[in-house]
Antibody, heavy 124, light 113 residues
């Protein structure tokens, strides 16, 4: 069974660095075709893709947030970490991680499994 | 970056009736060499994460009822629920995965009339 779980602080002060961890089971970042993305959703608003890391180490970022984001592998091939610097109240929302399992030779595909999300509030 | 635009923003349909949601991309998401549209549809119920219901624009995810149908190609896509059920009340999002940065539509809130 494939599952993902997000973890991190529920409350962050403005200007602080936010660090979120996605722990998953049922698949590994060592498997060809696998990538893990972070997606966020402000309260009552739409989904926004943030970043992705691929099985081969390639990384991609949201254009407007790329200077503040870093995505990396965690302590194992079953973890992905997202750091966001200089937190702002506009970063408040639920943060999800989700998997892509692409066909051989391809990298892009739909997000087939999502975590439950973790709510982050940025406030002093 | 590809911009996804959905319409309408909200929709109220009677039980058993048809619901239609539109999605338009600012550039084609059709990968011609393999004839695939890199377009997915997600259903999000309150307090839950999004759930993939349609991928490659028209393929139902395993376990999704056949009343959900995706169509379209290139830049214009449609999600149709042929006979609305109470459990279909949700917000629906389209998403392009043709290229990064991936992008979602603003969502369509579907309610019962």
């Amino acid at each position: 069974q494939v599952t993902l779980r997000e973890s991190g602080p529920a409350l962050v002060k403005p200007t602080q660095t936010l660090t979120l961890t996605c722990s998953f089971s049922g698949f590994s970042l060592a498997t060809s075709g696998v990538s893990v993305s972070w997606i966020r959703q402000p309260p009552g608003k739409a989904l926004e893709w943030l970043a992705r890391i691929d099985w081969d180490g390639a990384k991609d970022y949201n254009t407007s947030l790329k200077t503040r984001l870093t995505i990396s592998e965690g302590t194992s091939k079953y973890q992905v970490v997202l750091t966001m610097t200089n937190a702002d109240p506009a970063d408040t929302g639920t943060y999800y991680c989700a998997r892509i399992l692409a066909a051989p030779g391809y990298k892009n595909d739909a997000f087939d499994v999502w975590g439950q999300g973790t709510l982050v509030t940025v406030s002093s | 970056d590809i911009v996804m635009t959905q319409s309408p923003e909200s929709l109220a349909v009677s039980l058993g009736e048809r619901a239609t949601i539109n999605c338009k991309s600012s550039q084609s998401v059709l990968y011609s060499s393999i004839n695939r549209n890199y377009l997915g549809w997600y259903q999000q119920k309150p307090g839950q994460p999004p759930k993939l219901i349609i991928y490659w624009a028209s393929i139902r995810q395993s376990g999704v009822p056949d009343r959900f149908r995706g169509s379209g190609s290139g830049t214009d896509f449609t999600l149709t629920i042929t006979s609305l059920q109470a459990e279909d009340v949700a917000v629906y999002y389209c998403q392009q995965y043709y290229s990064t940065p991936y992008s979602f539509g603003q969502g369509t809130k579907l309610e019962i009339k």
